[in-house]
Nanobody
Framework: QVQLVESGGGLVQAGGSLRLSCAASGRTFSSYAMGWFRQAPGKEREFVAA????????YYTDSVKGRFTISRDNTKNTVYLQMNSLKPEDTAVYYCAAGSPGAWSGSYYSELQRYNYWGQGTQVTVSS
């Protein structure tokens, strides 16, 4: 059993920044790939960013490259998403997800079905 709790969402003006945090408890955290997904009203949940279990590889959807940074601190059982230069189209509920233990093929990181555990989500609203 793994529990994930997101925090750090809120309301911000376009061009501003937020940092999301995801705290994990339960099974060992360091061996899991971690990802961030988001879901806007009327849209399907989509991949945003992911990080390998060792933290040496990161992946981003094209629309956030250069603006968002995913990182993890295994000593604190926490993964982060630093979001800069926010745009109104970034408005969504952001979800933290944990995959299976061990190394993954690169193609796995953006696939929703690869993730076994999900947080409750945190709302991010970007005003224009």
């Amino acid at each position: 059993q793994v529990q994930l709790v997101e925090s750090g969402g809120g309301l911000v003006q376009a061009g501003g920044s937020l940092r999301l945090s995801c705290a994990a408890s339960g099974r060992t955290f360091s061996s899991y790939a971690m990802g961030w997904f988001r879901q806007a009203p009327g849209k399907e949940r989509e991949f945003v960013a992911a990080i390998s279990w060792k933290g040496s590889s990161t992946y981003y959807t094209d629309s956030v490259k250069g603006r968002f940074t995913i990182s993890r601190d295994n000593t604190k059982n926490t993964v982060y998403l630093q979001m800069n230069s926010l745009k109104p189209e970034d408005t969504a509920v952001y979800y933290c997800a944990a995959g299976s233990p061990g190394a993954w093929s690169g193609s796995y990181y953006s696939e929703l079905q690869r993730y076994n555990y999900w947080g409750q989500g945190t709302q991010v609203t970007v005003s224009s």
